[in-house]
């Protein structure tokens, strides 16, 4: 039973989670509803006005955890726009918190919330007082496992040559250089991967990249190679920008760390923190 409950939770709710334009992790509340088990939209919202008092008599601001946002739906032939709301993780907790408790889904999603939004405060707290090699650890493994998300989202939109798909995004972001570019510029040897030679600054904007790309091709349902494409090159321009905007280092410009993650991961091996 407890393997069932943790296939649920992390097949069920983490695949629902999206990320937004600023990097954080966001629930859809008509989503949500359904993998609750609440059929009527009237009822869902009931449990959500709840919430939300909940969240005000924590002193904590409603509209920074409940967003409301239109989404367009297929009605016949036509279509029309219905109310959804934006929700962040610890909104969705409150929701759980104030559902039915005979439902075995709001019983899952109260042990979820409550344990991710645990880990994410941890990870918030150790995050400070990483050093650079521990974040970068830290941010190549999102990396990687969102990077796995990209390529199943490229996949349904379309996308064959996921090499060509990876390129357009490093193009945006990289003022031109394709993986190849950037791989030359570093002096690494064959089989190194490029993102095993970032610092903390240059996975990050690839992290935002990376999730940004998967979440557009989803939430626009982008269909077509080309189209797929030209997305990603938009996406890595528009990091690209934002980083210009802020006054931050071009990516290109950032050092090549002296270690690799795969040697920092020996060591931390060798020598695991206490």
Request: proline share 2%.
């Amino acid at each position: 039973m407890g393997r069932d409950i943790e296939n649920y939770n992390e097949s069920i709710f983490e695949s629902i989670k999206h990320i937004n334009k600023y990097g954080e992790e966001i629930w859809y509340a008509r989503e949500l509803q359904t993998i609750l088990g609440y059929k009527q939209w009237r009822s869902f919202y009931e449990v959500i006005e709840k919430a939300k008092t909940a969240c005000e008599h924590s002193d904590y601001a409603v509209s920074d955890h409940f967003a409301d946002v239109g989404k367009i739906v297929e009605a016949g032939v036509s279509k029309k726009s219905i109310l959804d709301i934006m929700l962040t993780r610890y909104a969705c907790y409150l929701i759980v918190q104030n559902g039915d408790p005979r439902k075995k889904m709001i019983a899952l999603g109260q042990t979820y919330f409550a344990i991710q939004t645990r880990k994410q405060e941890l990870q918030e707290e150790d995050f400070r007082v990483m050093t650079e090699d521990e974040r970068r650890l830290h941010l190549r493994n999102d990396v990687k496992g969102f990077n796995k998300k990209l390529a199943t989202a490229a996949q349904d939109a379309g996308v064959r040559n996921f090499g060509k798909f990876q390129n357009c995004g490093y193009q945006g972001l990289y003022n031109g250089e394709t993986a190849a570019d950037i791989k030359d510029r570093k002096g690494l040897k064959k089989g190194e991967n490029i993102l095993d030679h970032m610092g903390s600054t240059e996975l990050a904007a690839n992290y935002f990249r990376i999730t940004q790309t998967e979440e557009k091709l989803r939430r626009e349902q982008i269909k077509g190679e080309n189209n797929a494409n030209n997305t990603h090159y938009y996406v890595g321009q528009k990091v690209r920008q934002t980083i210009k905007d802020l006054g931050g280092t071009m990516p290109e410009d950032l050092p090549t760390p002296e270690k690799s993650i795969k040697q920092i991961e020996k060591e931390h091996k060798r020598f695991p923190k206490k």
